[in-house]
């Protein structure tokens, strides 16, 4: 009784003082929050002692489980010797180190630090713009993105976000900006292959760039697949070409690895599965491996050089106030060493395989449509999906032991890499046990 009590006070205390996320407020009148007290490996625990298979990784961050020794040991050293210090005119060990390691995974350098996805794109539009400028084109300096793209909230962001639920009402402090077809092959029209529609895509986009090179800085990309519209996944060779028509047109290319990078899509990061390099690429989510806020962009040598100069309006004047904290670099640095420790990239291929057998018979459901996967990402549309399914969807999977949050009629897996295949038989029979009473009338 005492638990229960507890629980809710902290329910009431946490709708009268917080505001949640992405999030009705009023629907947690009748959809209580849930609080939840511990997690360890790919479980989480509420307060009243009930675990719940952590199949999103927590907003996709959380990439080797909760309470993972090496990250929590890296961290605690770290704050032995330093917290933070700001990194305009100081440097520390942390920092350094980290960018050398990026560096040398993705051929790009100078790391600009930020703290999350949303300003990791804000530096990265900024940047763009601003190497346009400091090498005498001012004009060019707006930006192509995808139909149903999604690359974070502030304004920015949202200029080059095409999700109308979180746009809309922003409309008039977002500039408008040029939108293209999205490559995703579920959008071909009958008549058409994937092959044939990924084409038209890239003519849909070679237009844009052709007609307005002049006034646009850069694309911005979610390479292979795109999150928020239900993981849209698309062939790399869109990627290849777009890398190609941006060179052709004189545009800057921003791969936005931010959910997709640090193995998700079964590459380190997903631009590799195109064998291309962007101008700009955006990291956060998985970089500390869940444990800490962190955003980081790379640029080429070239953006750079712009830069650098004597005069002090061409320096990038954005900053920060946790910008390349040490504690986070630290647990990214345990990240990066996980990696190459476990060999991460090799053995999630041979789990991935392992898994999409014990997903069979969900992919066999009579109202599941395009099943897919990439890496370690599964999403599968259900079919005639009744209204509020998403949010149906969620509490049904709740109570059947798995933390799971559809977009719109799109359920995905996105789990922590650790999860092993018992564990991802409970996981299936949750997602059936959901989806059927999901589709109760």
Not at 331 to 358: E, G, S, W
Request: aromatic fraction near 10%; charged fraction near 15%; glycine fraction near 6%.
């Amino acid at each position: 009784m005492k638990t229960t009590n507890t629980n809710q006070s902290l329910l009431a205390r946490s709708m009268a003082a917080v505001w949640h996320p992405c999030t009705q407020m009023k629907r947690h009148e009748t959809l209580p929050l849930v609080p939840i007290a511990r997690a360890d490996g790919i479980w989480l625990t509420d307060c009243n002692g009930r675990r719940f298979i952590d199949g999103v990784s927590s907003w996709w961050v959380n990439l080797f489980g909760h309470n993972e020794p090496r990250i929590k040991a890296a961290i605690s050293t770290q704050m032995n010797s330093l917290e933070h210090v700001m990194l305009a005119g100081f440097t520390h060990e942390p920092v350094v180190h980290l960018s050398e390691q990026l560096g040398e995974l993705t051929g790009l350098g100078h790391a600009f630090y930020g703290s999350d996805g949303a300003s990791a794109t804000e530096i990265a539009l900024k940047m763009a713009a601003h190497f346009w400028l400091n090498i005498g084109l001012p004009e060019k300096n707006r930006f192509v993105y995808l139909a149903d793209s999604y690359h974070g909230e502030t304004a920015g962001a949202l200029s080059v976000t095409d999700v109308p639920i979180f746009r809309t009402a922003y409309a008039p402090l977002v500039r408008e900006n040029f939108s293209v077809l999205s490559p995703d092959p579920r959008l071909a029209a009958e008549e058409e292959t994937a092959e044939q529609y990924t084409a038209r895509a890239l003519a849909d986009l070679e237009r844009v760039l052709q007609n307005h090179a002049d006034e646009i800085a850069a694309l911005i990309i979610e390479p292979l697949v795109q999150g928020a519209v239900g993981m849209a996944m698309y062939d790399p060779v869109y990627l290849t070409q777009a890398r190609i028509l941006c060179d052709k047109y004189q545009v800057l290319l921003i791969a936005d690895e931010i959910a997709v990078g640090f193995g998700r899509t079964g590459s380190m990061f997903a631009c590799e599965q195109a064998a291309i390099k962007p101008d700009l690429i955006c990291l956060s989510k998985g970089i500390t491996g869940g444990y800490l806020p962190l955003a980081v962009v790379l640029c080429t040598d070239v953006i750079y050089q712009a830069f650098y100069a004597d005069d002090t309006a061409k320096a990038f004047l954005h900053s920060h106030s946790y910008t390349g904290n040490a504690l986070a670099c630290a647990a990214a640095l345990a990240t990066l060493q996980i990696f190459r420790d476990d060999d991460v990239i090799v053995q999630n291929r041979i789990k991935a395989a392992a898994m999409n057998q014990v997903f069979a018979p969900l992919k066999a459901h009579p109202r599941v449509q395009h099943w897919r996967q990439r890496g370690m990402i599964w999403a599968f549309d259900v079919v005639d999906a009744p209204p509020g399914f998403a949010q149906k969807y969620f509490q049904n999977a709740l109570n059947a032991g798995v933390l799971l949050r559809p977009v719109g009629n799109t359920v995905y897996f996105m789990p922590p890499y650790i999860i092993d295949l018992a564990q991802t038989e409970q996981l299936t029979s949750a997602a059936l046990l959901a989806l059927e009473a999901s589709l109760q009338a």
